[in-house]
T-cell receptor, first 116, second 115 residues
């Protein structure tokens, strides 16, 4: 299995620009999670989906952030407009309900976003 | 307010000795406790977990202990090896009955194994 795939691996953009991060979960997984890692706040959950439906988006910091999952094999996290404080590493993770309740999540390699 | 605290940002241990990483949590409703390991420029990888109905779980060199009354979790690595040098995250979850939930992470402990 290829694991969780994220693109791009690095993104540098200017303040005010739109940024789109992409994720392909592990085939057959029915949960998809977006996390953000910063020095100040550590790893924090932004939003997660079950069977392509958003379940909890309470971690999304502002209306500038939006996430979609149009099908079981693709999700996007969009920031519009981007700000320097959005600079962070963004991780996508997926999991499968039938692995049991331990909620073992498989993480992608992350996208390092720098907003100048 | 942090729900999961890892009070040691870093820990240095000699190769072959025991590494003990600690984690405290605030909410007694958490059901499941996990440890993740992270190397630079990679995503976290699952290491070991324990449910609230147990107080110990072993997997090879790794053992997780849970003290529910103290709301304290620890990870023991015996013996420590150079490849264990990484950042270790404690994570907690509530099983909502119908499926998975997002994880709440501590800020991590950087474990350095000295040769």
């Amino acid at each position: 299995d290829a694991g969780v795939i994220q693109s791009p691996r690095h993104e540098v953009t200017e303040m005010g620009q739109e940024v789109t991060l992409r994720c392909k979960p592990i085939s057959g997984h029915d949960y998809l999670f977006w996390y953000r890692q910063t020095m100040m706040r550590g790893l924090e959950l932004l939003i997660y989906f079950n069977n392509n439906v958003p379940i909890d988006d309470s971690g999304m910091p502002e209306d500038r952030f939006s996430a979609k999952m149009p099908n079981a094999s693709f999700s996007t996290l969009k920031i519009q407009p981007s700000e320097p404080r959005d600079s962070a590493v963004y991780f996508c993770a997926s999991s499968h309900t039938h692995r049991g309740p331990y909620n073992e999540q498989f993480f992608g390699p992350g996208t390092r976003l720098t907003v100048l | 307010d942090q729900q999961v605290k890892q009070n040691s940002p870093s820990l240095s241990v000699q190769e072959g000795r025991i590494s003990i990483l600690n984690c405290d949590y605030t909410n007694s409703m958490f059901d499941y406790f996990l440890w993740y390991k992270k190397y630079p420029a990679e995503g976290p990888t699952f290491l070991i977990s324990i449910s609230s109905i147990k107080d110990k779980n072993e997997d090879g060199r790794f053992t997780v202990f849970l003290n529910k009354s103290a709301k304290h979790l620890s990870l023991h690595i015996v013996p420590s090896q150079p490849g264990d040098s990484a950042v270790y995250f404690c994570a907690v979850s509530m099983y909502s009955g119908g499926g998975a939930d997002g994880l709440t992470f501590g800020k991590g402990t950087h474990l350095i194994i000295q040769p």
